[in-house]
């Protein structure tokens, strides 16, 4: 047989799937190797589990390292100009909740369904040991799996039968291994690419499964051109020109507490002025800045929601305080509502928040005790659990987001402000697209990433606020 | 009849219950008489507050000329900056009070109920009303400290035996603090504790509208 191919050119391969602006997150053992092929600067990110995001091995030059900074294989890495610090219960929301676009692990075997055997599951005859291996399975949009092609006892490691426990069903989408890719297609593999000197005889002998030909073999040659690509840029010129897609019906997050902060009143502006209609506005209050006036100027009032509402823009609010505090002073909304234009949600503000992340994490649902007994419990399915009430409660998540931030880097990493962060930060990742109006931004790399409370994955757009730009009209 | 008789004013509602709040303890204040709990913190002790605007730590109000609509509390008034403050996603805002880091919350509330139902969310007649973080502290806090009137305004009772108004938890509060009296619902029932000053176990029963358990050692209003 001919020779097979080293474990960087296997690294090469993998990274040619890389495109700009994805976020990758890569697993241990041939995984981890593809870091070295990344060149510095290049247009991705790489997330590891020990909770570096935008990570480069410190001999691509980029940042300090230490032992403080995590990599796969437990090897220090260095933070990217790009790069962010987040924790456990972040990077495994970034995986379920859908943001990192490629994930790339080494099981021990493959079967051609796409069912993936962990190596330290099939070590481990009889005890399911699945460690990270699940998540990165279950949450990257697409899967490659990096394997040896065969074990030291020359045994297939793609194979027919399907593993009794296995650490993710029917979830790879390519197989890299040291000579050949395929893809799994409807649930049976197709061979696309033969180490070179390999014909597809050579590795359907090696196969432990069926192996549909490909209509046209290629030969291993990876292409690194994508990653010279400049990734997408993020910054919009201002508040119009980036929200041109935002539709009619669609679901818009925007946050608001009772005081005039925390709102992209330029977005808000903005989104008026387009007059889109039938809106559903997912928020904290929903036009209650205007109502308790708090540090409103003589003869101007708050922008806040209920400039969507008062230009007949909003069919329904999701909201935890929707009215105003005292029933004698109504807000807009409150006016519409009685009068049956608007549909009101009414939602506890923790449940809310809770809801949003669950969203962003991809949470399907889950059960808490507050409402428990109340109206807000009635005709949702509830249990007890330890002798104590709870409700199941469903996660949210939106077309469109519309944030409020500080300052933002070119990549979207954003830090915030005081107590506008609150809802801000929790909706960023729970929206399809998110789009942030920030006071400045600045070059890659001046921001803390130890202080990024929002990692750019989560940010789609930004817009600066317009200078001299007042919160009141 | 007890028309006549003068009730504790806000002020001394809010210093009774300031005696409960524990010393180095985290706690939420809710709007109105709850509020003014943070003026009446026993010298030498420490409170920290917390407010579901996404702020722990936080202090008095600002001055007009110092006003940040970046640094608000629940209610959407502006705060000081003040030393130690941290602040935080509305996420663990309410990991804090729903994983029971909050030690007290204090409420206003339209009925109590003897069981300690609450219900402070919505009046009925206007058909529709602000949860906010109520349900949330009801359920996460450590201990609901109610403070409030005795009765409302055409001195109807709002301590009752049922909530008419829909709830906002059951069987959460744990201590009633009133302009004439402090409770403490039980399973059993309503146990009154103490009385304000001048007034009678039968006439606090009279604006009452739960059968009160008198405790054996009841006294007047401690202060």
Redesign the interface.
């Known amino acids: 047989m001919p020779p097979r191919l080293d474990e960087l050119t296997m690294a090469r391969r993998a990274a040619s799937e890389l495109q700009p602006g994805q976020v990758v997150a890569l697993g241990s053992g041939l995984p981890a190797r593809v870091a070295e092929i990344v060149p510095s600067g290049a247009p991705v990110q790489l997330l590891s589990d020990g909770g570096a995001l935008g990570y480069k091995l410190p001999d691509n030059g980029e940042g300090a390292s230490g032992p403080s900074l995590c990599g796969p294989n437990g090897v220090s890495v260095a933070l990217g100009k790009d790069g962010s610090v987040v924790g456990t219960a972040d990077w495994a929301a970034m995986l379920r909740g859908g943001h990192v676009d490629i994930a790339i692990v080494q099981p021990a075997r493959v079967s051609a369904a796409g069912d993936l055997l962990g190596w330290t599951t099939a070590a481990t005859p009889g005890l399911f040991a699945p460690g990270r291996t699940v998540d990165l399975a279950a949450g990257g949009r697409k899967l490659i799996a990096m394997l040896p092609h065969t074990s030291s006892d020359n045994s297939p490691n793609i194979v027919t039968e399907s593993f009794p426990v296995a650490d993710g069903r029917g979830c790879v989408d390519i197989i890299i291994t040291d000579i050949a890719v395929m893809r799994v297609e409807d649930g049976a593999l197709v061979l696309a690419e033969v180490a070179p000197g390999w014909s597809y005889d050579d590795v359907v002998s090696l196969t432990g499964a069926p192996l549909a030909p490909p209509g046209d073999l290629k030969e291993i040659a990876p292409s690194l051109e994508s990653l010279n690509i400049e990734r997408p840029g993020k910054v919009f010129p201002d508040g119009p020109s980036a929200i041109t897609d935002l539709h009619d019906g669609a679901t818009v997050m925007i946050d608001g507490?009772?005081?005039?902060?925390?709102m992209a009143h330029h977005l808000l502006v903005s989104l008026r002025d387009r007059g889109t209609r039938g809106l559903t506005i997912i928020s904290?209050t929903i036009g209650?800045?205007r109502i308790?006036n708090?540090?409103t100027p003589a003869g101007k009032l708050a922008i806040d929601h209920s400039i969507l509402v008062e230009n007949g823009q909003v069919a329904k609010a999701i909201a935890?305080?929707?009215?105003s505090?005292s029933?004698s002073r109504p807000s807009t909304f409150?006016l519409a509502?009685?009068r049956g234009e608007v549909e009101?949600e009414?939602?506890?503000?923790?449940?809310?928040?809770?809801r949003?992340?669950a969203g962003g994490a991809g949470i399907y649902a889950f059960y808490?005790?507050?409402?428990?007994?109340?109206?807000?419990g009635e005709g949702k399915e509830s249990r007890v659990i330890d002798g104590k009430?709870y409700i199941l409660e469903q996660a949210l998540t939106a077309d469109f987001c519309l944030i409020r931030g500080?300052k933002a880097d070119t990549l979207g990493n954003i830090v915030?402000?005081?107590?506008?962060?609150?809802?801000?930060?929790?909706m960023a990742p729970s929206a399809r697209v998110t789009i942030v109006e920030v006071d400045e931004v600045v070059g890659a790399g001046e921001l803390d990433p130890e202080l990024i409370?929002t990692p750019g994955m989560y940010v789609d757009r930004l817009v600066v606020r317009p200078e001299g730009f007042s919160?009141y009209e | 009849m007890v028309e006549e008789k003068e009730r504790l004013p806000r002020e001394v509602v809010a210093m009774r219950v300031a005696k409960e709040l524990p010393d180095g303890g985290f706690v939420n204040l809710g709007i109105g008489i709850p509020t003014l709990v943070s003026n009446f913190i026993p010298d030498g002790s420490v409170v920290f507050y917390h407010s579901e605007s996404g702020v722990l730590n936080c202090g008095p109000l600002a001055e007009e000329d110092e006003q940040d609509i970046d640094l608000i509390n629940a209610g959407g008034q502006f705060l000081q900056m003040v030393p130690g403050m941290a602040f935080f996603s509305t996420v663990d805002g309410f990991a804090m009070i729903r994983g029971g880091h909050v030690d007290v919350t204090v409420l206003g509330a339209h009925q109590v109920s003897a069981t300690g139902d609450l219900a402070n969310w919505m009046l009925p007649e206007r058909g529709v009303g602000n949860i906010g973080g109520a349900m949330d502290l009801a359920a996460g806090a450590k201990q609901v400290i109610v403070a409030m009137e005795h009765t409302d305004r055409s001195d109807g009772p709002k301590v009752v035996e049922e909530c008419s108004y829909p709830i906002t938890g059951k069987g959460c509060v744990s201590l009633i603090v009133t302009d004439l009296a402090v409770m403490q619902p039980t399973p059993e029932g309503l146990v009154l504790k103490e009385v304000a000053p001048g007034w009678t176990v039968e006439e606090v029963q009279g604006l009452t509208g739960a059968k009160l358990i008198i405790s054996p050692d009841i006294k007047e209003y401690e202060l």
């Open positions: 507490f009772g005081g005039p902060g925390g904290n209650i800045a308790v708090f540090g935890t305080y929707p009215v505090p029933a409150e509502y009685r009101l009414l939602v506890p503000q923790g449940t809310l928040a809770e949003l992340r808490t005790p507050t409402g428990a007994g109340t109206l807000i009430d500080h915030y402000k005081g107590t506008s962060r609150n809802f801000n930060a929790v409370v919160p």
